[in-house]
């Protein structure tokens, strides 16, 4: 089979930054697969994804022009049906035949074969391979379509009559096979060898395509486009890296113009890292230079997250900072053109990015001119959910749980700090800056605590108390944050579970995955003396829940249930991908162990106690025992009576147990579960004797209850780090 190399591309209009990656990876990706089920590429075939902001496009190698001849079995119909008792075609068989386009004479041909329990004939043909037209332009109908697109734009095609929809308007089709067209159609064009390079910067246009393999040469070179995400994001990468070196331009009071340092600090500064940013600005440009601006060092004054953002978000800048971290006043800027004397374009986006800069620095002025604590009241008037309330009645809530944990963790001077910052938490969403820019929630409340000179401790508060933003996040840096990070997640979790608002597949519009993994992370990071069922009780409380009664409407009473298990689900998650087996996580899991801080250390001892070699056997006669106890149907256990142990074995299981039991008691009551367990394994032997030579469920009531009770002294003996029963195979 002959082969050559293939390459489409659409030609459109700007496509939308911030899909344009997986736009150009599904539109190649799709055209692939395609032409492989019709049996067009090879083994060796290999597909290259191109996008720039006005192309999507795909390099596919070895393309054949035809497909191979491939052999079809089709299925007709049992035997009994098609063929009549000499053996000769029915009718039906004849009619089917006829409509697969084969004549009488093929049933003579037929094959015989099971199908089930029925033997069935099949015509066997060959199937002449697919041609390259039809099947570009089947996998071309097919990319299109499955474009991962929200939203697509309708749009008039030149005729004035005809309307087509896609992303943006399409404007050229390439489709070259080797060196010849392919003459495919799609959104009213028809392919040719015609496409187009930059706006301003290309030496040619339009660019004839020689042939499929030189088309990156021809559009870099002649388009002054580099076609490739992946090549242009490490370019600018290296640019970002290395402006400073070639710009020699000094920063601002930290005045170091020098060598390169480690990668992406020059001089001491470096620009802000950002995977996000750098992948929209790939995305907006084609031939990328990037170019060093700089702004008034009077804006320095504004805290630097709200420069920051402003610069990121508005203007698509990546600020520098020094090598403390520290915002300085120069930004790099990532151009579409390549100007000998670039002082224009630098100037005019220093021009462009000044007034963004003063409206921060005005919001800020004029947020300090009025103090949190007073801004507390207007909270009343802002919706947080039609059936929970508006923001001040959640922060009651949260004030409530956050005196009740600081109390429990640090007595009242804690629960009066946290009660204070929980009644600030929300103040700053009603500052023009968060206003704006609602990702500085918190982070301002924090810079305007400070201004109106309150409690370091709740300051940092303010910020904190939405940590962990989201996976590796730093947890808040005080006791104080703490308490009201704990306070806020357990009042959104228990109140947005209660009214029916739970994440369902991959939706999750309120984030709650995420709050109840901070949960986690905090009980078990910081190892609190808290119990997960007390805190969730308390939550359910402050919405008016109080046990089995609902003392105000709208929140279910088995709220607190609820939200347990969806954090234990969160919890077991974490814990397998921080690397521990299902099996330790279930047995650790399965009794719901209500200080979180104590999960890991019960792993490390369930996983010292599986590498013992007593454990399969006596994590299986666990299961054993709970199994028996739960087929026996009684739920409360009778004191065991000695006077009634007959057997040898199991009065020498009882003796066991009887030694054995305190001391891993007294391991387990000091925390260290690992002895605890380990002191276990002295069981075997008058476990294993105990069930070879002991009949559990004897006619005599009062023998089986008696050893019902003994195996339910060992069950719980066994099972205070975890359900060791998770562990038998």
Not at 104 to 125: I, S, V, W
Not at 240 to 263: H, K, Q, R
Not at 337 to 346: E, G, K, L, R, T
Request: aromatic share 6%.
């Amino acid at each position: 089979m002959t082969t050559k190399n293939l390459l489409v591309e659409l030609f459109v209009e700007e496509l939308p930054p911030k899909a344009l990656k997986k736009l150009g990876e599904a539109f190649a990706g799709t055209l692939f697969e395609s032409l492989k089920a019709q049996g067009l590429t090879t083994i060796e075939s290999a597909v290259t994804p191109y996008a720039s902001p006005r192309r999507l496009a795909a390099h596919i190698t070895q393309v054949a022009a035809q497909a191979a001849d491939r052999p079809l079995r089709q299925k007709l119909m049992p035997v009994g049906v098609g063929l009549d008792a000499e053996g000769r075609p029915t009718p039906a068989l004849l009619k089917k035949l006829a409509a697969l386009g084969a004549g009488p004479e093929a049933a003579g041909h037929l094959q015989r074969a099971m199908d089930g329990k029925a033997e069935t004939l099949f015509l066997d043909t060959v199937a002449p391979g697919a041609d390259l037209a039809p099947g570009l332009q089947k996998a071309l109908d097919e990319a299109i379509a499955k474009l991962p697109i929200s939203k697509v734009m309708a749009y008039q095609l030149g005729d004035g009559w005809s309307t087509v929809k896609f992303v943006r308007p399409a404007h050229g089709l390439v489709a070259l096979h080797g060196d010849a067209v392919v003459p495919v159609r799609a959104l009213g064009l028809t392919a040719g060898r015609e496409t187009h390079g930059h706006r301003f910067e290309a030496k040619r246009d339009p660019i004839i395509l020689r042939n499929a393999d030189d088309y990156v040469e021809q559009i870099q070179d002649d388009g002054r486009v580099i076609p490739e995400f992946s090549k242009r994001r490490a370019k600018i990468a290296r640019q970002l890296e290395t402006s400073w070196v070639e710009s020699g331009i000094a920063v601002g009071s930290v005045g170091i113009v020098g060598g390169l340092g480690p990668a992406g600090i020059v001089g001491g500064v470096k620009p802000i890292a950002d995977d996000a940013l750098l992948d929209e600005v790939t995305a907006l440009v084609e031939w990328p230079n990037v170019l060093v601006g700089q702004f008034d060092a009077a804006f320095l004054e504004v805290p630097q997250e709200c420069l920051i953002l402003t610069m990121k978000a508005n203007q698509k800048y990546f600020p520098l900072l020094d090598a403390d971290g520290k915002l300085t006043n120069k930004f790099l800027v990532v151009a579409n053109i390549s100007p000998a004397d670039p002082s224009a374009v630098i100037g005019g986006n220093e021009r462009v990015v000044r007034p963004r800069l003063a409206d921060a620095k005005f919001f800020y002025d004029q947020d300090r001119k009025k103090r949190l604590e007073d801004r507390v009241l207007g909270l009343a008037k802002v919706v947080y959910h039609g059936k929970l309330g508006t923001q001040g009645e959640r922060v009651g809530r949260v004030q409530a749980m956050a005196r009740a944990i600081g109390e429990k963790l640090g007595g009242g001077e804690l629960a009066h700090l946290a009660d204070h910052a929980a009644l600030l938490a929300k103040a700053d969403l009603l500052t023009d800056m968060v206003g704006e820019f609602p990702e500085l929630q918190g982070i301002m409340g924090r810079y305007y605590a400070m201004h109106d000179g309150e409690d370091r401790h709740v300051a940092d508060a303010i910020e904190d108390h939405y940590k962990p933003r989201f996976a590796g996040d730093a947890l808040p840096r005080n006791e104080v944050g703490v308490v009201v990070a704990l306070a806020d997640k357990l009042e959104t979790l228990v109140g947005l579970f209660g009214i029916g608002e739970r994440p369902t597949g991959d939706k999750d519009p309120f984030a709650l995955r995420r709050h109840a993994l901070g949960v986690v992370r905090m009980l078990m990071e910081r190892d609190l003396p808290l119990e997960l069922n007390e805190l969730l009780e308390r939550a359910a409380q402050v919405f008016g829940v109080e046990g089995a009664h609902q003392v105000s409407p709208g929140i279910a009473v088995e709220t607190p249930r609820m939200v347990a298990e969806f954090i234990y689900d969160r919890l077991a998650g974490l814990l397998r991908e921080q690397g521990y087996s299902a099996q330790e996580v279930e047995a650790v899991l399965a009794l719901r162990p209500q200080r979180l801080g104590d999960i890991r250390r019960r792993l490390e001892a369930v996983r010292a106690f599986a590498a013992l070699p007593e454990a399969a056997a006596l994590a299986a006669a666990n299961k054993r025992v709970g199994n028996i106890l739960k087929k026996s149907g009684q739920a409360a256990a009778a004191e065991m009576n000695g006077a009634l142990l007959q057997e040898a074995a199991e009065r020498a299981l009882a003796a066991s147990l009887a030694e054995v039991g305190p001391a891993a008691q007294a391991a387990y009551e000091r925390g260290d579960y690992t002895a605890s367990l380990k002191a276990l394994a002295a069981l075997k032997a008058p476990v294993d004797a105990f069930f070879d030579l002991v009949m559990v469920n004897v006619d005599d009531p009062m023998l089986r209850t008696n050893r019902l009770a003994l195996l339910r002294r060992l069950h719980a003996a066994m099972n205070r780090v975890a359900d060791l029963s998770a562990l038998s195979a």
